[in-house]
């Protein structure tokens, strides 16, 4: 249609009266003053331009109120804002022909308000209620309520507890009560059965032609795609959710325990039960920050062939790994020292060195892992690793370390993972290892595949 | 600078300057003068970011280890590539009801306005060649031909709803590796060793090793730099003869020699750096100097010989060839080491039933064999090496293959065979951080489209940067005014996946 086609002019339109106007009234103000005096000529034009422009931004913005896609009150209060700012700039002009100074003050200073109002209702009508705010530091964030976790997902009203959240997190943005896109909302049951302006969105009982479905359901790429690109996404789990509660019916009242419930549905339902954003906090890592390391202290053992790097580009938490610089010189050790408020991960693969760099390694209270396989360490430097009551990851690979050297990390209720394959532990040890850490997987590897005589035969057609 | 590299730079100088006419002058001077205009302009910009002015990309090698967005889990990625695309329909997808329809005619359905690739008129449906088990604790089912890695199933994370759009081998691989079906982009292993360094400075940060006998179709580029500077290329390694052509010393050449040859050469290109301040003279002198470290350590780790012997039964290697079992024992070598990335590359999957090699009850089952050791005895070797949960494993192929028996030119094809297919198709992935024993994504009963949990090789692009702590949308390069990435416009973490 014409007339939509006309509409869709509106948001560009209405820049121009906002630029122009308040030229008119910046000149108006400069006119004043001596300097600028010769302005004054300009501005009656500047207004008349204004009130054209207004006059054309209402009769578009019009047409595009006939999209029913707004709120009412806000797009109302809009409307007859919009239609006050036309008529005041044209009242603008006609003061300023008339030289009439006094009073064309006060039409400015009214059209300021309204042009800064009429601006923001507009703004919330495109971008939704609160949208000025919502990056603004401390502002809280609608779009970041993640599901609140059920306490008993089987005893739960399916749409009130279920549904009605996921549609409220990821939908009432543009189909509830500020915007209506397409003509629908989803923010009760009555507007949901009601539909959009094509029709209805859910046929109950079958998910599979249910528009809100399909919708959800298409390639993100595709236009039709709901919510839309850019826009919090439906997860797995809530589409599988959405899908199961239209297909047995989308009844409003039913808890999930009188529903039918696929084995999947039964697993998505009880995982509502826990918090829906679980921050897997991670063991290998301190929380909290440390002060920045040094520079020229990371530079000079760059200089040896030691990668060392922060962990992230947000963090002063260290990594380092000595693969190329398995001999250490007492600089190394002293720089390494220095470093022991940042460093929290350490490779030293194939190290050989003296028990002093142990006691080095030792004094790394922060390390929270520790790769020394295929190095010279024993028991005694192991003993002195007895201090490091943060370590999580414990690499002995291929070392010489008995199981009486490692007993002396009994105690070390951090550590998670231990690795002892090829060392001196026998699997006699293993049992009394085991109970030693019982938190720990204690890997002593020996791993071996069996035989299977195919692997090296080929197959061939019988000829 | 030492009186014999000064005259090396003289010398340069000259030669250039001999190049330079006066026709040059005049055709330069349009765009040339612009051009400084311009640069004096941004030369305010701190255009690459660097805090102390102009040399700090000469003093900063290009390889040292940076800092991710956040802490990653994984530290290094082994990607295998079955190149050829294996059949998930007899490995990994298990679709009972289509054997039920085997030998039948395949519904117009499922044929209207569908591509493929070679498959013409009605071709018959063809039931799994295969015996499927659900296997350890997750229940995952794997097939007969596997019998090895249904040992570990309980290590992998199964994504059976991987969708493409491109059934031709070449631009799939290069979809799957460089973000496009087109070339000259950067494959993923340049990315991550542009946004990582390395963490050995003797090995290049991104090896590629193929099986030998055929390199991928998309050619070299699955694994070249792009538009990134070409120090991040992959880096072919070759496992028999010299590992890196043209690194050994000619003969009479001692390594001081080299070294004092190598150094006076830098200190050309450094002086050429100076003058033209391109990003690509970097790039040289950092690789001339890799080049000098690798000397020494690279015939090192490249040599499986040294392995004792139960290794080498673990992963069924043959010393001497070049073949997939040594490529996979030499991938775990270099990812101890520190190598951020290894790449390899195998071939022979592409089972249309043309021929034996390429035939599902033939070829296939051979591949299946030749491979299935030395992948599970990657787990479990990184495993006990403490290794696993920072190095991420990926396994899979360009795109998958078609529930119906291939009809090549509309007629029966000799042997077995299915045709390219993409719209489901299944990868696995293992450690660095990604779930144990798990399933992602569905595919409807006789395995012809994916119904959930979809996801493209931009899902698995951004997940593998994700476990190394990127955020795929924020490693960027700026090239052509732009900044690119390697997921473009695309992508998503499969969080579902990720532990």
Known sequence: ?463 | MSKENNRIIQEANKQFLEQVTRRHFFQECVTGLGAMALGSVLGGCNWLGSKDGSNSMLNTNPLMAHAPHFAGKAKSVIYIHMAGAPSQLELFDYKPELAKLDGQDCPQSLLEGKKFAFIRGVPKMMGPFATFKQRGQCGAWISDHLPHLATVADELSFLKAVQTDQFNHGPAQLLMHTGTPRLGRPSIGSWVTYGLGSENNNLPGFVVLTSGGKNPDAGKSVWGNGFLPSVYQGVQCRSEGDPVLFIKDPEGMSRDLRKASIDAINEANRATYEDFKDPEIVSRIAQYEMAYRMQIEVPEVMNINNEPAYIHEMYGTKPGEACFANNVLLARKLVEKGVRFVQLFDWGWDSHGTEENLAIDYGFVNKCRATDKPVTALLLDLKQRGLLDETLIVWGGEFGRTPMAENRDGKKNPFKGRDHHTEAFTIWMAGGGIKKGYSFGETDEIGYSAISGKVTSFDIQATILNQLGFDHEKLVYPFQGRSFRLTDVHGRVINEIVA
């Open chain 1, 1 to 463: 249609m014409i007339t939509e086609f006309i509409a869709h002019f509106h948001p560009v339109l209405v820049h121009l009266p906002i630029g122009i106007l308040l030229l008119a009234i910046v000149f108006h103000w400069l006119s004043t003053k001596e300097k600028y005096a010769q302005l004054r000529f300009a501005i009656p034009t500047a207004y008349l331009f204004g009130a054209v422009t207004a006059a054309m931004s209402c009769i578009t913005g019009y047409l595009l109120a006939g999209s029913g896609e707004y709120d009412e009150t806000t797009l109302n209060l809009h409307q007859w804002m919009g239609i006050l700012v036309a008529f005041s700039s044209a009242t603008g002009y006609l003061f300023s022909r008339t030289k009439n100074i006094n009073q064309l003050k006060w039409v400015s200073v009214l059209l300021l308000i309204l042009l800064t109002v009429t601006g923001h209702l507009g703004g919330t009508l495109t971008h939704g209620e609160g949208y000025l705010w919502k990056s603004f530091p401390g502002a809280k964030n609608d779009s970041a309520i993640a599901l609140k976790p059920i306490a008993n997902a089987q005893e739960a009203i399916v749409y009130k507890d279920i549904i009605q959240p996921l549609l409220q997190q990821k939908c009432y943005n543009c189909h509830a009560t500020t915007k209506q896109k397409g003509g629908l909302r989803l923010d009760s049951e009555t507007w949901i059965l009601k539909g959009g302006k094509n029709g209805a969105v859910m046929h109950a009982g079958s998910a599979d032609s249910s528009e809100i479905y399909k919708r959800v359901q298409l390639d993100p790429l595709e236009e039709k795609h709901m919510p839309p690109k850019g826009k919090p996404q439906l997860t797995e789990q809530e589409r599988l959710l959405l899908h199961w509660w239209i297909a047995s019916g989308a009844d409003f009242a039913k808890k999930s325990k009188d529903m039918q419930q696929p084995a999947a549905i039964k697993t998505a339902l009880s995982s509502l039960e826990k918090a829906e954003v679980v921050v897997t906090k991670r063991l290998d890592m301190p929380e909290g920050e440390a002060p920045k390391a040094s520079e020229a202290t990371i530079a000079s053992l760059r200089k040896n062939a030691i990668t060392i790097s922060e962990i992230s580009q947000s963090s002063h938490w260290l990594n380092a790994n000595f693969v190329n610089c398995t001999k250490w010189n007492a600089d190394i050790e002293k720089q390494l020292a220095s470093l022991k408020d940042q460093m929290i991960w350490l490779k030293i693969p194939g190290a050989q060195l003296e028990t002093t760099a142990w006691k080095t390694i030792a004094g790394l209270t922060n390390l929270r892992r520790l790769s020394a396989e295929h190095s010279n360490i024993s028991d005694q430097d192991l003993l002195q690793i007895a201090s490091l009551k943060n370590l999580q990851y414990l690499n002995l690979v291929d070392t010489k370390i008995t199981a009486n050297g490692l007993m002396q990390l009994k105690g070390n209720n951090s550590l998670t993972n231990i690795f002892i394959g090829r060392t001196n532990i026998s699997r006699q040890d293993y049992i009394s290892l085991k109970t030693a850490f019982p938190k720990a997987i204690l890997d002593s590897g020996g791993y071996r595949l069996e035989f299977i005589a195919t692997d090296t035969q080929t197959l061939h057609p019988k000829k």
